[in-house]
């Protein structure tokens, strides 16, 4: 049973120390360095029915609960990964991470919400919800859904007003490319970004011109580049910059903010970043491939190693990473997501002979916590607090579920981790939690370890095992207006008044 893969397995730890499915577990989190997004402290935690009740330092516990050590490590908030594709239909197959593994994989890696991205069905909105309830039942941690939307009529306009005032989703993605499936036009984008405003629901954009990369793709085939390599050639970063400064202008033109998924060329981070000065509200979300590997893998000999790396956008050339990294450092970018999207070796071989039949898609909803630990904290581009606010607490504010999420304080979930800084890290395939027969990451061996995961009061990850139950994982609901629609009105108001009264004419009579 999928239960078994991580339960049944021998991990004695679940009885000796009390750990049990249920959330009532009393834990004390003794001594170590609690870290939020605007300090950090040395507390303890005290965590009592899956919630925070106490943050400060010498708590008093009795016998009945558990105690783990954490002096000289970090206590911080779980991950929130803001963008992953689990047990989504796409480009004629199936990701190979469901609800149960790659929350699995998420767990062992530090991670404890995800959101991911609903699909409609046949455009519509409410069957599409449906599947993913269905799909999402064996969550063994909490989760919430944003929702795609790939048509445009009156019945997906109310849907939507469902989704927003009664299903607890708060922002829409629009796909600019996959021309044939998922794509949209400019004129939906306009009409739908309206009706984001008026909900109070974010617009987040897939920013890609997708018929300037259609012509691309034939562009590489009549020249009879079909490899891996051609994906890369087909959507070079002009196209990315176009389409983010194109939907940047355009929420602009509505006024309201706009959040553009995988950033991974400099073109749309100057995009984003000029947007960002001129006052627009934009947010800006890098992937944790696009900071740390480059295209080079594309042009790997072996097919598959070559197409694992396939993903849209592409991993870029060297610099863009590196000019992104700088980015989130500045705060240019804000928060980092990983578009965990896997398919194995099989899936990917349809594209053996023709790199447009390669499904897209990359791993790293297990590896992002700690590739953004080594490549950025520990390379001294970033505090440890604004880890917490890249890898969470941001997430949680944009998306209006913040402090339940994104915060160690009295009255949060207790969603935490152990990160131990002197501790070191070696991913593989061959050790991961996730289905996927790969890794994009394989071999990265690197400093800062997340020794414990915490997961609604209940220690998921111990000693290198998991325990983890199918169905644990709860529906979060996310509510509208968040921060990023302060202002929105204002200046609407601001903008109408500029406009001045109507010029009266009069007509000639004859
Ligand atoms: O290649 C990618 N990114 N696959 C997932 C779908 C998407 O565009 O986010
Ligand atoms: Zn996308
Ligand atoms: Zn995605």
Known sequence: ???????????GYGESCGVSSSSSTKLLIKGGTVVNAHEMEVADVYVEDGIIVAVRPNIKVGDDVIVLDATGKFVMPG????????????????????????QAAALAGGTTMHIDFVIPVNGSL????????KKSKKSCMDYGFHMAITKWDEVVSKEMEIMV??????????????????????????QAFKKCKSLGALAMVHA????????????MIELGITGPEGHALSRPPVLEGEATARAIKLAGFVNTPLYVVHVMSIDAM???????????????????SGLVLNDSWLWDPDFITAAKYVMSPP????????????????????LVGTDHCTFNSTQKALGIDDFQKIPNGVNGIEERMHLVWDTMVESGQISVTDYVRVTSTECARIFNIYPRKGAIRAGSDADIIILN??????????????????????????????????????????NDELKVFPGSGKYVEMRPFSYLFNGIGKADAKYLSSLKAPVKRFRATT
């Open 1 to 11: 049973s999928e239960s078994s893969q991580f339960c049944d397995a021998g991990f």
């Open 79 to 102: 991950g929130i990964d803001p963008h992953t594709h689990l047990d989504m239909e796409f480009m004629g197959s199936g990701t190979i991470d469901d609800f149960f593994s790659g």
């Open 126 to 133: 409410l069957s599409g919800l449906e599947a993913y309830e």
């Open 165 to 190: 005032n009664e299903k607890g989703i708060n922002s829409f993605k629009f796909f600019m490319a996959y021309k044939g499936s998922f794509m949209i036009n400019d004129e939906l984008l306009l």
């Open 208 to 219: 890609e011109n997708g018929d300037a990369v259609y012509e691309g793709q034939r562009r």
């Open 270 to 288: 100057e995009e984003i970043s000029r947007a960002r000065k001129s006052g627009l509200k934009v947010i800006g979300e890098p992937v944790v």
């Open 315 to 334: 991993i870029r050339a060297a610099g863009h990473g590196k000019a992104l990294q700088a980015a989130l450092s500045m705060g240019t970018l804000q």
């Open 421 to 462: 800084p002197n501790s070191s890290f070696e991913i593989s395939a061959k050790s991961h939690h996730s289905r996927s027969d790969t890794n994009v990451y394989e071999g990265w061996r690197g400093k800062g370890k997340v020794e414990v995961t915490i997961s609604g009061g209940r220690v998921v990850w111990l």
